[in-house]
């Protein structure tokens, strides 16, 4: 199948899991990724190998405590530092993907209460119509990356700040990432008509997914018709059961593409346009990651042929980073970072997915 150049091609990260030198709720809670993979002054040296690798896209998030540090006061040279960002992408063919608020806060936030204050969605509107005043030249926004599982790791299963083993307080959390991703839609299909808005969620494939996927269909329910596009991150089959001798990850996630075809199926109901924001495998090996890459898209590529309206695929993620509470350890990038020397090396399957990227573009 041949597709059109419109076709998105890329790669994702998020601001905390690359950049480094950021203070927020993880770094705060115990959680510090410290200098991370410096992306934040390396940016355009990782940009050309994105270049190199025949991308057309990136996705990464704007991290919101860098840009608003205190209550109500926002920090130009940060928001300057985004605009660079977005001028050096656009210098390299690159389409910016952008998403506002990928899992971290500021301090100020968390400590009046985080996602449970009542006022958290406007505080994140003030914040959010802030940032897409500035940084004009940005067509694609996503609001929110993954609620369910930010509720469910922060509110349900304790394991990120702020710690919490609540479900009913997981539940107001994900009414209010709702409610303000409603606010923000308005508000931008008043003033600012030409971007396009997104919800980022993560689904599971397999027969189980009924069950595991339910919050998350909720949550599109629930948003309606107030959205341009969704955004599906896919990784892996969950199991009632763990079976034995099954295709695993590094992390243990089970692979299986099929997952892929089978959930952008189920969000046909949605009649938006999907993009794959996020498919990845940890594989310090890089033995299963091109095999990885290559199924995966096969299968998306079925799904468009029976008429799924999907426009763009990003791996997760460009190079190495940190993954929340498992640390440094997991490998996604397409790109090996060593963490001593900071030096990227491209590994082989990038260079197979550039060869996929060109085979599909012609
Ligand atoms: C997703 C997150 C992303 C990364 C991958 C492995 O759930 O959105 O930040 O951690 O998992």
Known sequence: MSLSKSFLWGAATSAYQVEGGITNDFSDGGLDAGRACDHYNRFEKD?????????NAYRFSIEWSRIEPEEGKFNQKEIDHYKKVIAALRERGLEPFVTLWHFTNPVWFARLGGWANKKAPDFFLRFAKKIVEELKDVKFWV???????????????????????????????????????????HWSKNTRQSIQIGWVTNLSGGPTRWFFNFPNHRSFAAVGSEIDFIGLNYYQRIRFFPGRN????????????????????????CNKPIYITENGIADASDKRRSDFIKDHIQWVEKAMEEGADVRGYFYWSLIDNFEWHHGFGPRFGLVEVDYKTLERKIRPSAQEYARIISHMVQ
Request: aromatic content about 18%.
């Open 143 to 185: 609001t929110f990356n993954e609620p369910e599982i930010y509720a469910n790791h922060a509110y349900f299963f304790g394991v990120w700040p702020p710690k919490k083993k609540n479900a009913p307080i997981a539940r107001r959390v994900l009414r209010n990432f709702i409610k303000a991703h409603k606010l923000f839609y």
């Open 246 to 269: 099954l295709p695993r990850s590094d992390m243990g996630w089970e692979i299986y593409p099929k997952g892929i075809y089978e959930t952008i199926n189920d969000l046909k109901k």
């Open 47 to 55: 940009f050309d190998l994105a270049r190199s690798l025949d991308h």
